[in-house]
Structure formats: C-alpha cells, structure tokens
C-alpha cells in the first residue's frame, strides 16, 4: 500500500477526491476556465493536501501526464493522419455508402457498432476509435442528426472488447492473476459482450442521439481541400488501410496470448520483432506510408504533406487535455485513495464476485484508469480466489467479467478517455458525463449482472 495512506484515513482520503472531483467541475462549467488549466490546478491541490513532497509533487504530475501523452499522442497524431487521408481522398464516404447499402440507411449506427465490434477485437480502444472517426463522421454528414447516435454504438463496441475479451491487455493479466483459462474467457466474454453492447451502447446511442443534439466537430473534419480532378478509391482499398494496423496490432497481442500461454518462446528474436511491428504507434505509421503511398498516384506530394500538417492543428488540444487528465489520475493514485478503498472493500465480507465487482469500480472512481482498476483488483482478490474452494473455470471467467465491467462504469474527469472522446466529439463536460459516462456505466453494470447471472447458473 502506497506510504502516504497511513497519514490520512480511507475516509479522509475518500473525501479530498469528492472534494477534487467537485473542484474541477465548478472551476469548468461554473467559471468556464478551460480543462487544461483546471487539471493542472487541482492536480497540485489535491497533491498538497494528501502530503505528497513537496521536492515530489511535480514530478509526480509530469509522471502521469508523460505516460499518458506517451500512449496517446502518438497515437492521436498518426490517427489524425490517416482518417484526413481518408477523408479528402474520399475513402472515407466510399466506405460509408459500402456500409449503407449493405445494412439500410435506416440501420447505419448498428452497421458502424458491428464494424466496431469486428476491428475491437484485435486493436485498442483509442487506436480503433482514431481510425473508425472518419467513417463515423462521413456517415453522420451524409445522414444527418446527432453525431452520437452514430458515435456511441461505434465506441461503445471498442470499449466493451477492450475491457471483457482476450487478447486485450486487462482481461489477459486478470486472467493470469486469477487462473482462468484464456480460450474459455474469449469465449465467455465474447457472448456477455454482444448483448452488453447491443443494450448499453447501441440502443442507449439511439436515445442519446434524439436527445442530445451533438453537432459535427468542426476542429477534426472541417472544410478539406481535395484535388479536383482526383478518383476516390476502391472499396477495397479503403478495407486494405484499415485491416493493415488491426491485422499488425493483432500480430502483437495474438503473439502475446501465444507467449502467455507458453505456445511460443518469449525470447525469440523473429516473435519479438514482429510483436515490435505489431505495438499500435509502429502499425499506424506503417498505416501512414502506406496510405501515403497507395495515394501518391492521386494526389501530389505537396498536397499529401499539406493534408498531414493540417490534420495535426486541430488535435493539439486534444492530446494537451488528456494527458492532463492523466496527470489527475496519477495524483490520485500516488495519493494512496485507491489502495485505500480497496483495503476497506475487501474486509466487508460481501459474496466474491460482488466484492470483484465492488472493489474494481472503487478503483475506476478513485483513479481513473481501467486498466490499473481491472489488474490491482485481481491481484487484491486472487487470495480470496485462492481460499475459494470449489470454484470451476465458469466461475473464474465470470470474475474476470465482473471485474472488468467494474473497470469500465463512470469513467468521469480523472479517466483520459472521458476526455479524449469528449473532445474528439466537441462536447462541454456536462454533455460528455450526460453520454459517455452514462454509457460507460451501463456497459459495465450490464456485463456485471450477466457474469453474476452466469455464476448462479452454471
């Protein structure tokens, strides 16, 4: 447990992140001061107030902003790059009327949360909604209406394989950490994840979409420049530049499952390198030249590298506001808040797959990063797993569930993807906890109730 706990109580503690939380929202949507700023400020507050050193509360906050920025702004960047290829080549609208006249007009947000769903499975939640905005927003230009009723059933399907199945990163170390068998968790969290998705993302996406009324963002697909004359690509084009990083980024997390699993040597030189060309900022780079290449034929040189430098303008505030969030989230944890709750959570004596559930979304609410939820959870409670006789691998699936969907609900302004699908969709902080964070909620209460569901049937 982090030191600076035995200075302050849980409850103690419990209540400077209320108090920091509450802080934050006034400073934003009372006196409109912009996010970054507030961040920044309430950062060092929330520092100063849980004793952290004082020759330690900057690097402290430079620590989690570095490590957010270090995931993110790379990724965000060459993200950009590509979906304002895409767009002013008219890849984009190509694949949008593919989607179209496949499904009907009349189903096009539940043809881009299936195509969601599809790319979520290998790649990243972030790196798939970078990719997937400029089909999104293409399909919401040409139909009209909300943005998030095309929106949230597309990120709702990434968030809900990020977090229940295999190979994403969360539920593999959970897995391992609880001794749950790998193949039957893709399983099991493949079939709690389609209806978590269709209920909480899809056909919540249709009702927030007729009642709030979210515009296209005019700072990530405004008003671009094509060359006149230019052909849009095929179909098939357009699948090569968006299978390319999930099939790299499925290199790298296939290759880690293997490894786990002891399938293939960890050490080997060729798996290491392929898993390097697989890590998500390699394969959307190699993305980035190819799509430069495939459409150098189309475009002049200098257009294409006027195309690239615009599409990085709109998105600096993007990357600047989500590292700061991940700089509160950082504070937060080096606070000791989260160990804290989770010490109290843990000796209530609550049923185990409750108490997974209950401790994990402590977790999320105290320090924001669903990842660092869903791992400290399974290592706090793989003791109690361990004491637990009887339980059958169904059993330890559906803890990894449950855990996971604790990881996933209120994703609020400590969490950076609060703020990165925020600002990518142009909505203020009220609108996003209005939407996102409702949604996140329901994807996680969802896929709770169906792991404990499970867990009394099987």
């Known amino acids: ?25 006034v400073l934003i949507m009372r006196f409109k001061i912009h996010a970054f700023l507030s961040l920044t400020l309430v950062s060092i507050v929330v520092a100063l107030l849980t004793k952290v050193p004082f020759d330690k509360i900057v690097p ?18 060459l993200g950009a790059m590509i979906g304002r290829l895409l767009e002013i080549s008219g890849g984009a609208k190509v694949l949008a009327d593919t989607l179209i006249n496949k499904f009907g007009s009349h189903r096009a947000p539940f043809a881009l949360g299936v195509a969601s769903l599809l790319f979520g499975f290998p790649i990243f939640f972030d790196a798939g909604l970078v990719v997937m905005l400029p089909i999104i927003f293409s399909v919401a230009k040409q139909f009209g ?32 950490l609880l001794g749950a068998n790998i193949g039957l968790l893709v399983v099991v969290g493949l079939i709690i994840a389609l209806p978590t998705w269709y209920i909480g993302a899809y056909l919540y996406g249709l009702y927030a979409g007729k009642k709030f009324d979210v515009k296209l963002p005019s700072s990530f697909l405004g008003d671009v420049q ?22 790299l980024i499925f290199m ?30 390699v394969a959307l780079l190699i993305t980035v030249f190819f799509t430069l290449a495939v459409f150098s034929g189309r475009h002049s040189r200098q ?16 990357i600047l506001v989500t590292g700061a969030g991940g700089m509160f989230g950082g504070v937060l944890r080096a606070s ?29 609410v105290a320090q924001g990063s669903a990842t660092v939820a869903l791992t400290t959870t399974a290592a706090l409670i793989s003791p109690m797993v361990a004491a637990t006789p009887g339980l059958s691998q169904f059993d330890l699936c559906f ?49 709770f109730l169906l792991a404990a569901a499970g867990s009394m049937i099987l």
């Open 1 to 25: 447990m982090n030191e600076l706990t035995y200075a302050y109580g849980a409850g103690t503690l419990l209540g400077i992140a209320a108090g920091a939380v509450a802080l934050l929202l």
């Open 60 to 77: 402290t906050l430079l620590s989690g902003f570095g490590s957010t920025l270090a995931g993110v702004a790379l990724l965000v960047g």
């Open 145 to 176: 209406g909300s943005t998030l009723k095309y929106a949230l059933p597309a990120a709702g399907a990434f968030a809900v394989m990020h977090a229940l199945v295999p190979p994403h990163p969360g539920p593999v170390a959970a897995s391992e």
């Open 226 to 247: 094509a060359d006149p004359n230019h052909q849009p690509p095929s179909f098939g084009i357009v699948m090569a530049i968006l299978l390319l990083p999930l099939v």
């Open 252 to 281: 790298d997390t296939g290759l880690n499952t293997a490894t786990v699993l002891g399938w293939v040597d960890k050490d080997n030189v060729v798996v290491n390198f392929l898993r390097m060309l697989g890590k998500t900022p």
């Open 303 to 318: 257009h294409l590298e006027k195309v690239c430098d615009g599409a990085l303008g709109p998105i600096c505030g993007i």
């Open 336 to 364: 000791g808040i989260g160990d804290a709750l989770a010490g109290v959570l843990a000796e209530t004596g609550m049923p185990l797959i409750l108490a997974a559930f209950v401790i994990s979304t402590a977790l999320r």
């Open 399 to 447: 803890l990894v569930v449950a855990i996971a969907g604790g990881a996933t609900v209120l994703s609020h302004v400590n969490d950076s993807g609060f703020w990165l699908v925020g600002r990518f969709l142009e909505m203020d902080e009220k609108t996003t906890l209005r939407t996102w964070t409702v949604m996140e909620t329901l994807l996680g209460t969802i896929a």
